[in-house]
């Protein structure tokens, strides 16, 4: 008796997450062989009649009037498929394709979107789907916020420190730290890039000093994002202790600490996402 696999292909832009993504040709994959394919519909797609087996899917889109392509391709494999069963395969985001590169080069990391999706769907009973929809409309604004921040300052050549600049846009980007790396790792690099801008600031006048404050509060901002996904429940004590030290740093470069809060928005994580360590992260941020 023939399965069904069926799923859904969502779009990322670098405005953010655009809602479920028409036109993407889904390709049903046994090996090297096509055994079928699809155009999606309101990012839906279905194969019926599929003979138990293991296949693959490829996700493409290009522009059908010059066959450009406009998105990453995405590959799905080892889908396993038993007689009669309908299956529904992971959620799938195509990138859009900009100036020749992806837009998730330009995001980076964006949190642990398994372990977030996973702690989402079990406390607000979200199927998998919906969960990871919601973790990426939470964090991809905030992600893309901060980066479209540090590229107008990169333009500016206000700050004049080129490697300065070059870390702090490698750090907010994520392309310092990769997928899995601890909390606590975390919060230690962020730190140190932020002593050294602290350090920067110190000495700098006039427009460039405002501008490190920017950077400075940006890349707090973004520290305190990629400690609460990463330590979702509660905050290791290496953690606690980096984030304490960052605190007094920033306390007594003047930069303040009610303010930076404010802007972190922290409680949006806690109430969207369900990061109950949002909790202790804003007690030592005070």
Do not use: C
């Not at 309101?42 to 194969?47: H, L, M, S, T, V």
């Not at 964006?110 to 769907?121: H, V, Y």
């Amino acid at each position: 008796m023939p399965g069904i696999i069926q799923g859904m292909v969502y779009e990322i832009t670098l405005e953010g997450l655009q809602g479920a993504l028409t036109g993407a040709t889904v390709h049903l994959m046994q090996g090297a062989n096509v055994v079928a394919q699809q155009i999606t519909n309101k990012g839906q797609y279905a194969f019926t009649d599929v003979v138990p087996g293991t296949y693959s899917l490829i996700f493409k889109k290009v522009d059908p009037q010059t066959g450009v392509q406009t998105h990453q391709t995405v590959t799905l494999t080892g889908i396993i498929i038993d007689a009669g069963q309908t299956l529904t395969a992971e959620t799938v985001f195509m990138q859009e394709v900009q100036q020749g590169r992806f837009v998730i080069e330009n995001l980076g990391l964006i949190g642990n979107i398994t372990a977030l999706s996973k702690n989402l769907g079990t406390v607000s009973g979200l199927e998998k789907g919906e969960a990871v929809l919601a973790v990426f409309e939470t964090l991809v604004p905030r992600k893309t916020a901060r980066i479209e921040v540090v590229e107008e300052i990169t333009g500016s050549d206000i700050v004049k420190d080129k490697a300065a600049m070059d870390r702090v846009s490698d750090l907010v980007k994520g392309k310092i730290i990769n997928e899995g790396v601890s909390g606590e790792d975390i919060a230690r690099e962020y730190k140190e890039t932020t002593n050294l801008l602290i350090e920067k600031y110190k000495t700098a006048s006039g427009e460039e000093k405002k501008t490190y404050k920017t950077l400075i509060n940006t890349v707090a901002i973004a520290m305190l994002d990629n400690v609460a996904t990463s330590e979702l429940n509660e905050l290791s004590a290496g953690t606690e202790d980096i984030l304490k030290e960052t605190v007094a740093n920033l306390k007594n470069a003047n930069i303040s600490i009610k303010t930076l809060k404010n802007n972190w928005k922290g409680n949006d994580l806690k109430n969207k996402l369900k990061i109950s360590s949002v909790t202790r992260v804003n007690k030592i941020f005070k």
